[in-house]
């Protein structure tokens, strides 16, 4: 079911019922709602919501206005009816959409439909619930039972009449009338298969240059479901477990891979979690079913696995769904962070290139997707202490390697944002990691926080139970909408403003707002944050703070203030991240310092570690 497809259908102004746009310019609806006006009646059709509505901002979505419409079928059998609008709605394909037959040895089906019933106002409702046949009914039809919302009386269903039912993916019915004798919950809605025999339709539709489309629903499913027997998911289990997945990864993505309505079993070896996920049905969305999407995800981490996994798709019927793309309308956004790990135990290294001492550190690089916690493939693991160049080095292959990935893939998985977070000790967070150079447009050498959204994140802070719980509990806070109470920085102005215990008592006491974010008026430079120095930043972290900021370069002559305001104009504490890296842009074009550092720390994203790092001192 496409939302932009609903439509609501409008007499003279008025709303009278629901339909669905089984063309750019062709909606279906119930018979007895095209026959309310007259011969001068003034018919008009509204969409639910813009073809391109899921590709923009909810505060940008708006309805799309009304258009003329006339109705130019009206079945003199049964409760179908066909209206014509004045012009095709853009962005929405000419071809029909599938209508399916359903074959009369299914005793219920999961359905869905999206109206405008009178009970809702001007808005629409999705109503779902089971759909079987009423076999000894003349002519046949559906009888829908409802069973997520119904109205208080049974008026309140009127609105609803020409909404198309939809079984799956498959548009199977339209709902005609309500059913007082079953109380407000059971609906008739009339089989869409009639319209195959209606020779007048058919008619009209090829002077269009078109062709209704109709496919067996019964035998599309038990063709599915014959292709997810246990013979054809041995052979899938065989395939995939040709690379091992880590069991708390395989959980996980079978965890997220369950509709809302279904519990994880507790069994989620390779075999048990794909036969759970065949055994389901598919979405009433019409989105791509639970099977494909564990697929999907195995297929993204292991790349060499996907062509095996396209063929058995196909071999199922799952073919239509393709693997490299998230299956549904609305583009995902994705998030991947680079992260750049770097121990706080330092080891000599040779001389440098004109004779300076050197210093390394032992270093990790490790990919996250989205809120995964295992990394993915193709890390980077120098075997000794490396330098802060070699670490620069190692990142800009890195990131090359996770663009061409990402092309590999193709446009359609959504849009996708990459983080580089830089997890590293207390006293390297006066490194100007932001600064550093890497392939940026045109291939030109830029500064990463240019190219790349760029944040710090401090390894060292403390591991005490207590203010781990104070550090989530306002970070939390800190993604609230609207403005949240401490939604603006504590300022530190000067070193000499007050001790670190002044600042740690102003910030955790019973009086103290909960401060998200503490902002210091002067550079923090690494003789400031030397090892075991309990500065500003210690204070900030031991009373929860999540992040803190710098201005390391700003144009002489203004205030830290002034520099705040210019980067948080019109925006909340969340997008902090973003703002920055835009100023950073913006300064860049107009060749501009704009020198800032941000520690942005999320206590539910700790860089993974491996078993066998764990003496390395983190």
């Known amino acids: 079911m496409e939302a932009a497809r609903v439509v609501e259908i409008l007499l003279d102004s008025e709303s009278v019922g629901s339909g669905y746009l089984i063309t750019s310019r062709h909606?279906?609806?119930?018979?007895?709602?095209?026959?309310?006006?007259?011969?001068?009646?003034?018919?008009?059709?509204?969409?639910?919501?813009?073809?391109?509505?899921?590709?923009?901002?909810?505060?940008?979505?708006?309805?799309?206005?009304a258009q003329g419409a006339d109705v130019i079928w009206r079945s003199k059998r049964v409760d179908l009816a066909v209206l014509a609008l004045a012009k095709s709605v853009t962005g929405l394909p000419n071809e029909p959409v599938e209508l399916a037959r359903v074959s009369p040895d299914m005793v219920k089906l999961d359905c869905a439909a999206r109206g405008f019933p009178q009970a809702a106002g001007a808005e629409d409702r999705l109503v779902a619930g089971g759909i079987a046949w009423a076999v000894s009914a003349e002519p046949l039809r559906f009888d829908v039972n409802v069973e997520n919302i119904r109205p208080e009386e049974l008026e309140g269903w009127g609105g609803l009449s020409g909404a198309a039912v939809f079984v799956g993916a498959a548009l199977v019915a339209v709902a005609a009338k309500a059913d007082g004798n079953w109380g407000n919950g059971s609906l008739e809605a009339t089989p869409v298969e009639y319209l195959e025999s209606e020779k007048e339709l058919t008619r009209y539709f090829e002077g269009q240059g078109l062709a209704l489309r109709f496919v067996a629903l019964g035998e599309t499913?038990?063709?599915?479901?014959?292709?997810?027997?246990?013979?054809?998911?041995?052979?899938?289990?065989?395939?995939?477990?040709?690379?091992?997945?880590?069991q708390d990864l395989l959980r996980q993505l079978y965890c997220s891979s369950l509709p809302p309505t279904a519990a994880p079993r507790s069994d989620s070896s390779l075999r048990a979690a794909l036969a759970h996920l065949a055994d389901l049905p598919p979405p009433v969305d019409g989105g791509p079913p639970p099977l494909w999407r564990l697929l999907r995800e195995i297929a993204e981490r292991l790349p060499d696995l996907r062509p095996?996994?396209?063929?058995?798709?196909?071999?199922v019927g799952l073919g239509a769904f393709d693997i490299a793309s998230d299956g549904s309308a609305a583009p995902r956004l994705h998030h991947y962070y680079v992260a750049v790990e770097l121990s706080a135990e330092t080891s000599p290294l040779g001389p440098g290139p004109n004779g300076e001492p050197r210093l390394g550190r032992i270093a990790h690089i490790r990919v996250f997707k989205d809120e995964d916690i295992q990394p993915l493939a193709d890390g980077w693991d120098p075997e000794g202490p490396v330098s802060l160049e070699e670490v620069r080095q190692a990142l800009i292959a890195r990131l090359d390697a996770l663009q061409q990935e990402l092309s590999y893939v193709g446009g359609d998985t959504g849009a996708v944002v990459i983080v580089v977070e830089f997890c590293v000790p207390h006293a390297l967070l006066a490194e100007p990691f932001d600064e550093w150079l890497v392939p940026g447009e045109f291939g030109a050498q830029q500064p990463l926080g240019v190219v790349y959204l760029s944040v710090l994140r401090d390894i060292e802070r403390p591991p005490l139970w207590s203010v781990r719980r104070l550090w989530s509990e306002r970070w939390k806070r800190l993604w609230q909408t609207p403005?949240?109470?401490?939604?603006?920085?504590?300022?530190?102005?000067?070193?000499?403003?007050?001790?670190?215990?002044?600042?740690?008592?102003?910030?955790?006491?019973?009086?103290?707002?909960?401060?998200?974010?503490?902002?210091?008026?002067?550079?923090?430079?690494?003789?400031?944050?030397?090892?075991?120095d309990r500065d500003f930043l210690f204070a900030a972290w031991h009373a929860g703070l999540p992040a803190a900021v710098w201005f390391r370069s700003p144009p002489a002559g203004a205030e830290p203030d002034a520099h705040w305001s210019r980067l948080m104009t019109g925006a909340l504490m969340h997008e902090l991240p973003r703002r920055l890296w835009e100023l950073r842009r913006a300064a860049h074009r107009g060749e501009q310092a704009f020198g800032v550092s941000l520690v942005w720390d999320d206590p539910g994203r700790i860089p993974f570690v491996p078993k066998e790092r764990a003496g390395d001192g983190r």
């Open 308 to 315: 095996g996994v396209e063929t058995w798709l196909q071999k």
């Open 483 to 532: 403005r949240p109470l401490g939604g603006e920085p504590y300022w530190v102005r000067t070193r000499q403003s007050f001790s670190p215990r002044q600042l740690y008592d102003a910030l955790s006491g019973p009086e103290a707002e909960p401060q998200l974010c503490i902002a210091l008026g002067f550079a923090a430079d690494a003789e400031w944050l030397g090892p075991g």
């Open 221 to 246: 499913r038990r063709a599915v479901d014959a292709g997810c027997a246990r013979a054809r998911l041995g052979e899938l289990v065989e395939l995939v477990d040709r690379r091992a997945l880590p």
């Open 27 to 65: 909606v279906l609806t119930a018979g007895h709602v095209a026959a309310a006006g007259g011969d001068r009646a003034r018919w008009a059709v509204r969409p639910a919501e813009a073809v391109d509505s899921a590709t923009k901002p909810l505060h940008r979505r708006r309805r799309p206005r």
